[in-house]
C-alpha cells in the first residue's frame, strides 16, 4: 500500500464496503495502511469509528485472531477505552515482533493524555517487550523509529521516577546505543532511592561501551546492595576474566557458590577460571561435565575458549572439551 493510498478511501464506510462488510477484514486494510505511514492520523480516525460502531463483533472475531494486525488494533482500542497501561504493553509486543516499523509514531502513543497516566511499570515492560525477539536496533534507522519511545521514556520516568522501573527502560536505549539515556535513567533512579537493578543496569551499560573497570566498579556497588544475589559474582567474574584477571575472576566465583552452591552457571564459571588460571584438568573435565547444564550457547563457548587457553592442559581433553561447542556433550 502506498503512503497515497492512506490519505484516501480510509474513511470508515469507503474501508467497509471495501472488505465486503467484515470488521475484521477492515482492520487488517487499516492496519496495512498504517504500516505504510505510522504517523498518519487517519487510519486511527478509521479504526476508532470501526471501534464505535461495530466493537462487539470487533471484541469476539480480535480474540480469536492472534495476528500482528489484531494485536496492533487491540492495542489502540486500549487506549480508546483508557486502557493506558495494557495498551503501551501490548503496543510493546507488536514492536518486538516488528521493529522495522516506526509503530510509536501513531499519534496516540504520543498523546499527553496517554503519557500523562502510563505508569512506570508498564511502560517499562514494554520497553522489555520490544526486545524480546533480540533484534539488532543499534543502527541510525532504529534510534530514528525509536525516537517516540525514547521521548516516552523521558516523561514517564520525570513523572513517575520507580527506580526498578527506569532500569528496565534502560535497556531500550541502551539496545539502541543511546548509552547517555540509558546512563540518565540511572542517574534519576539514583536521586529517589539507590537500588541494586539501577547499579546492574548501569554496569551493563559500562560495559557494552567497553568500560570493563567502571561495570566491574558498578558491580560491586551492587553487590553493596544485595550481597547474597549469586547471579551478582557471575557477573564480576565473567567481566575480570574479560579484564584477564583470572585469580579474580575466581575468587568470586568461589563468593558465589558460598550463596549457591549447586547452580551450573557459577559452577561451570568457577571451573573455566580455574583451568584457565591454573592448568589443571580436574576443573576442565568439571566444566565438560556441567556444560550441558547451560542454558547459553554462546556463554557456554565462551567458557570453552577461556579454559582451553589454561597452561599445559592436555590436548586430548582440550579437543575433548571444544568437541562440546557445536553440541552439548553426552552425559
Not at 504517523?39 to 495476528?67: F, H, Q, T, V
Not at 496516540?108 to 511502560?123: E, I, M, N, P, Y
Not at 537500588?195 to 567502571?214: H, I, K, Q, S
Not at 561435565?289 to 557456554?300: M, N, Q, V
Request: glycine content about 8%; hydrophobic content about 45%; proline content about 5%.
Amino acid at each position: 500500500m502506498s503512503n497515497r493510498s492512506v490519505t484516501a478511501g480510509v474513511a470508515f464506510a469507503g474501508v467497509m464496503a471495501h472488505c465486503g462488510g467484515s470488521p475484521v477484514g477492515a482492520v487488517k486494510y487499516l492496519v496495512g495502511a498504517i504500516a505504510s505511514a505510522p504517523a498518519a492520523p487517519e487510519p486511527y480516525a478509521a479504526l476508532a469509528e470501526l471501534w464505535r460502531e461495530r466493537r462487539a463483533e470487533l471484541k469476539e472475531g480480535l480474540e480469536r485472531d492472534g495476528s500482528l494486525s489484531a494485536v496492533l488494533a487491540q492495542a489502540y482500542f486500549l487506549f480508546l477505552d483508557g486502557d493506558m497501561d495494557d495498551a503501551v504493553m501490548t503496543l510493546g509486543s507488536v514492536t518486538g515482533v516488528r521493529p522495522d516499523v516506526a509503530w510509536g509514531a501513531a499519534p496516540w502513543f504520543g498523546d499527553a493524555r496517554l503519557l500523562g497516566t502510563v505508569s512506570a511499570q508498564a511502560l517499562a515492560e514494554a520497553c522489555l517487550r520490544t526486545l524480546d525477539y533480540g533484534r539488532d536496533l543499534d543502527s541510525d534507522e532504529m534510534r530514528e523509529r525509536f525516537a517516540p519511545w525514547f521521548h516516552a521514556i523521558d516523561v514517564v520516568s520525570e513523572r513517575s521516577p520507580v527506580p526498578e522501573s527506569l532500569a528496565s527502560m534502560a535497556r531500550l536505549p541502551r539496545a539502541c546505543g543511546r548509552y547517555e539515556l540509558s546512563f540518565a535513567l540511572c542517574d534519576r533512579a539514583d536521586a529517589v532511592e539507590p537500588v541494586m537493578w539501577t547499579e546492574v543496569a548501569r554496569a551493563v551499560t559500562w560495559r557494552e561501551t567497553g568500560d570493563l573497570g567502571r561495570a566491574a566498579t558498578a558491580f560491586e556497588r551492587a553487590l553493596a546492595l544485595e550481597p547474597g544475589n549469586w547471579s551478582l559474582y557471575l557477573d564480576l567474574a565473567d567481566v575480570r576474566a574479560e579484564q584477564g584477571d583470572f585469580a579474580a575472576a575466581v575468587g568470586h566465583a568461589e563468593k558465589g557458590l558460598a550463596h549457591a552452591p549447586d547452580e551450573a552457571s557459577l559452577r561451570a564459571a568457577h571451573a573455566t577460571y580455574r583451568a584457565r588460571l591454573t592448568g589443571s584438568s580436574d576443573a576442565l573435565r568439571d566444566l565438560i561435565a556441567l556444560s550441558p547444564d547451560l542454558p547459553s550457547t554462546s556463554y557456554r563457548d565462551l567458557l570453552i575458549d577461556y579454559a582451553c587457553a589454561g597452561p599445559g592442559l592436555p590436548h586430548a581433553l582440550v579437543a575433548e572439551a571444544r568437541g562440546g561447542k557445536s553440541a552439548p556433550a553426552a552425559r
